[in-house]
């Protein structure tokens, strides 16, 4: 079974500092896309950051990047420069692409910026 | 564009009751995602269309649940007789289709759904 882990319920990071959300993941599968997502409070889920698993180069969007590792099935958020408008859950999901269209999510991780 | 739309963004209903929800995707995108979440959990997937036929069902989709999506736009999700374990965010999302690979998607507000 394909299972998405995000083992820190909670995380707090003062303003402007830098934190890293960790996510691992189980499948058997050689081909798939791992994504990033955050859902603020009251608000709806956007996109934070997608990885394709055929590529080596982790992804990197503004102040979010990913450290990718294939080998030890692991996919872990790095936010630099945390901002207030940061504060959110974030979940860590998996994907295959193709005819199997559905994400599967981990449970979240609370993240809390602080002033 | 403006974006995924669902209707309600809250129902509270007894239990026993019929509800039905429904999702507005973005124009154009083919695909259509239903999404449960509940509390302290990640969305768990229900089932998705693309275009009007319906691709996949996760076994959480039990008899009580149905959905539709009738002309390739719009979709519903019925829940009959629901129960108090029903009570949950339920998260719609579109993307397009344009060719192999993965498309990201795109989630509505969703409806949170009591039932007392």
């Known amino acids: 079974a394909q299972t998405v882990t995000q083992s820190q319920p909670e995380m707090s990071v003062q303003e402007a500092e830098t934190v890293t959300l960790s996510c691992t993941y189980d499948t058997s599968e050689s081909n798939y896309y791992l994504f990033w997502y955050k859902q603020p409070p009251s608000r709806q889920m956007i996109l934070v950051i997608r990885q394709e698993a055929y590529k080596q180069q982790n992804a990197t969007e503004n102040r979010f990047s990913v450290n990718f590792q294939k080998a030890a099935k692991s996919f872990s958020l790095k936010i630099s420069d945390s901002q207030l408008g940061d504060t959110a859950m974030y979940f860590c999901a998996l994907n295959y692409g193709g005819s199997q269209g559905n994400l599967i999510f981990g449970k979240g991780t609370k993240l809390s910026v602080k002033p | 564009d403006t974006g995924v739309s669902q209707d309600p963004r809250h129902k509270i209903t007894k239990r026993g009751q019929n509800v039905t929800f429904r999702c507005d995707p973005i124009s154009e995108h083919n695909r259509l995602y239903w999404y449960r979440q509940t509390l302290g959990q990640g969305p768990e997937f229900l089932t998705y269309?693309?275009?009007?036929?319906?691709?996949?069902k996760s076994r959480l989709l039990s008899d009580r649940f149905s959905a539709e999506r009738p002309k390739g736009s719009f979709s519903t999700l019925e829940i009959q007789r629901t129960e108090q374990g029903d009570s949950a965010m339920y998260l719609c999302?579109?993307?397009?289709?344009?060719?192999?690979?993965?498309?990201?998607?795109?989630f509505g507000p969703g409806t949170r759904l009591t039932v007392t």
């Open positions: 269309f693309q275009n009007e036929a319906q691709l996949e």
């Open positions: 999302a579109s993307s397009p289709l344009l060719g192999q690979g993965v498309h990201e998607q795109y």
